[in-house]
């Protein structure tokens, strides 16, 4: 059975989905750990609700070589999923997890990413600049943020009268379809 890490920050939508996905362990893999930063994130409540175990960890026990590398080794972590985490990936996870660190990005990537284009921001820009689609981008975790190499696209469209509350909607809809099955493929 391979094992799936979750590193989340906010309400966790996309980790309850992929909990959920590998959940009957048909697929071969499941998800053995949450690792989340905020204490008051939703998402610790939903993965701990499917009965997953969940790390709430501070930004410098996320940096701790020796306690994350124990964290995720006895576990036997052959993936790590980043949804909706807000910290950059210490390096030495970088490179321990060379090519099995994944993240999902709400938009087309290279447009609409780097530093400070998260959640709600990222589609208030989208709206911004008139664009007629977006997205979701799946792609390998470097240590420039945003910039690893791209795994997945997959386009919406948006209209002129799209709010960004409406184009979050389309796009964590696309989320919620295609990462587990991306995440099933990778592994
Ligand atoms: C998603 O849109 C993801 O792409 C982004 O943060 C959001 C997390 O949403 N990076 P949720 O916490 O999974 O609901």
Same mark, same amino acid.
């Given at each position: 059975?391979?094992?799936?890490?979750?590193?989340?920050?906010?309400?966790?939508?996309?980790?309850?989905n992929?909990?959920?996905?590998?959940?009957?362990?048909?697929?071969?893999?499941?998800?053995?750990?949450?690792?989340?930063?905020?204490?008051?994130?939703?998402?610790? /409540?939903?993965?701990?609700?499917?009965?997953?175990?969940t790390?709430?960890?501070?930004? /410098?026990?996320?940096?701790?070589?020796?306690?994350?590398?124990?964290?995720l080794?006895?576990r036997?972590?052959?993936?790590?999923?980043?949804?909706?985490?807000?910290?950059?990936i210490?390096?030495?996870?970088?490179?321990?997890?060379?090519?099995?660190?994944?993240?999902?990005?709400?938009?087309?990537?290279?447009?609409?990413?780097?530093?400070?284009?998260y959640?709600?921001?990222?589609?208030?820009?989208?709206?911004?600049?008139?664009? /007629?689609?977006t997205?979701?981008?799946?792609?390998?975790? /470097?240590?420039?943020?945003?910039?690893?190499?791209?795994?997945?696209?997959?386009?919406?469209?948006?209209?002129?009268?799209?709010?960004?509350?409406?184009?979050?909607? @389309?796009?964590?809809?696309?989320?919620? @379809?295609?990462?587990?099955?991306?995440?099933?493929?990778?592994?």
């Amino acid at each position: 059975m391979k094992k799936i890490a979750i590193f989340a920050s906010g309400s966790g939508s996309n980790a309850e989905n992929i909990i959920r996905y590998f959940r009957d362990g048909e697929r071969g893999a499941e998800v053995a750990l949450v690792v989340c930063n905020k204490p008051d994130a939703g998402v610790i /409540s939903r993965s701990r609700a499917l009965g997953v175990e969940t790390a709430v960890l501070s930004r /410098s026990q996320i940096n701790d070589r020796e306690l994350m590398l124990g964290l995720l080794g006895e576990r036997g972590v052959d993936l790590i999923v980043l949804a909706g985490f807000l910290l950059m990936i210490p390096g030495f996870l970088i490179e321990t997890y060379s090519d099995r660190i994944v993240n999902i990005h709400p938009s087309l990537l290279p447009k609409f990413g780097g530093k400070g284009m998260y959640g709600r921001h990222v589609h208030e820009a989208v709206v911004a600049a008139r664009e /007629s689609e977006t997205g979701i981008t799946i792609h390998y975790v /470097s240590e420039k943020c945003d910039e690893g190499r791209i795994i997945f696209q997959a386009v919406t469209a948006v209209s002129e009268t799209d709010t960004a509350a409406d184009v979050e909607a @389309k796009v964590h809809a696309l989320e919620w @379809k295609h990462f587990p099955e991306v995440i099933a493929e990778l592994l």
